[in-house]
């Protein structure tokens, strides 16, 4: 007589399973492509074989362009949290009208984040109706780039200004508003450089440092009107004490400008 399993004794049943159905994922344009050429081009099917290559062309530019977007969110993400500092000055009239970031300050912070985001930039100018028109194409790794324009008017010639350093202007202010409109990015008067954060302005340069400073500039042939302007000064011997690393970094843009 067969006796029943006690509780304390294993089971001898064999344990059955159902079969899981398994989700098969859709074949891709590149599958199908693949499939159609192993089995042979034909004059039949070439159409058919062109029309999948149009489509895997659109899948690669569509996964491109979404990659390009989200790493150009993160890009515009970090930006918005950094400053630019306007380093120049436009003077009118021997007095600062406005400040600006000049193309230096502006790359210096901009590239290293681009690179970082899998981004850089191709530059390019043309003239059209007069003005100057300034053309970024931003590139990501993947593929994708999109590009983008800015037009200002060309400069006017001047005794110490030729139609080529006109030119030259115009397509730098117009790179200027671009990347700054283009990127979002945010520029302000470095406090260092503001007389109203820098305390005890009474002490002015020694009159060596005023000595230094004069002969830099005769050696560059250069108007001190800027300058002087800039770090609020009439003469050199009146430039204030704190001031005067401003005033040698100014100079030393004048003496390097390719810096």
Known sequence: ???????????????????QAVAIAPPTS????????????????????????????EEVSAASKASFNRAFFDLRRELGGMDFYADKAAINNGKVAYRYCSETELSAGLEPVLFRHGFAMMFGQRSEDGKIVAEVTLIHKDGHEEKREFAVRSGSTNAFKDAT????????????????????????????DDARNLGDLAKKITPAQAAELEHRLKMVNHNPAKILSYVGAATLAEIPALMFDVADRMLEAIENPRK
């Open 30 to 57: 590149l599958d199908i492509l693949e499939k159609a050429v192993r089995g042979g081009v034909t004059s039949e099917n070439v159409a058919v074989v062109k029309e999948i290559i149009a489509m895997r062309r």
């Open 165 to 192: 350093a006109a030119d030259t202007g115009a397509a730098t202010s117009a790179w200027r508003h671009l990347v700054i409109k283009m990127f979002g990015l945010k520029s302000r008067i470095c406090e260092s």
């Open 1 to 19: 007589m067969k006796q029943a399993n006690s509780p304390d004794q294993p089971s001898l049943a064999v344990a059955t399973t159902q079969p």
